[in-house]
């Protein structure tokens, strides 16, 4: 599968989002910077097939097909849009997923989950006060277990703190796995992954740590 997002912009003047080019596909993992507090989502919806751009065109495979887009990629973590409910424990929410995923929905099932991830110690504590890497993984993993996801696009990991070469980690693996992967961060978790300072930039780049993962 590819994804391809070419000069996409969104609202009056491109103030949500300024022309973007972008490509995602099976078995890679793209970065792509924004910052401001409503461009990350902005772009995520528009990836995920949730939003409909203002100018340029999204294709899947070379064509325009939203139905197609929504269906195959997940949208994870985006705030207010798809982020979990902080207060809410994590079984629970392992549980939510799980019904999400067409599987068995109970807590014991959702148990089974956090002990092949090694996270059964979060069950019982509010999904916001887990640690970030296990956050993202979890989430990553969960929305994998959709019927027809090809990809996920994960929206500002960045902003919940922790080590950006953990949930980066986490994304190359499910790209490992096949899954294209488009992950949206911040220009300071972006440098610490590059190793490098990333100088002043537009308001959306697509980074260099673009992987082919086999």
Do not use: C, Y
């Not at 993992?29 to 203002?54: F, K, S």
């Not at 697509?206 to 086999?214: K, P, R």
């Amino acid at each position: 599968m590819r994804v391809a997002l070419t000069d996409v912009s969104k609202g009056r003047g491109d103030d949500a989002l300024q022309p973007v080019t972008l490509e995602l596909s099976s078995g890679s993992v793209t970065l792509a910077r924004a910052e401001t507090q409503q461009r990350p989502t902005v772009l995520g919806l528009l990836a995920a097939g949730r939003m409909h751009a203002d100018t340029g065109v999204i294709t899947i495979d070379g064509a325009v097909d939203p139905g197609r887009q929504r269906a195959a990629l997940a949208l994870v973590d985006a705030p207010v849009v798809s982020e979990p409910a902080p207060h809410v424990s994590t079984l629970a929410i392992v549980e939510e997923e799980l019904m999400f995923a067409g599987r068995t929905a109970t807590p014991a099932a959702a148990r089974r989950v956090l002990e092949t991830l090694g996270m059964t110690r979060w069950a019982r504590t509010p999904f916001g006060n887990i640690d970030p890497a296990d956050r993202i993984v979890l989430l990553l993993e969960l929305a994998a277990l959709r019927p027809g996801v090809e990809g996920v696009v994960l929206v500002s990991p960045d902003r919940h703190g922790g080590d950006p070469d953990a949930w980066w980690e986490a994304a190359r693996g499910l790209a490992r796995r096949g899954l294209a992967v488009l992950v949206i961060a911040g220009d300071a978790a972006a440098a610490a992954i590059a190793g490098t300072t990333v100088a002043a930039t537009p308001d959306v780049v697509v980074d260099s740590l673009v992987e082919a993962l086999a």
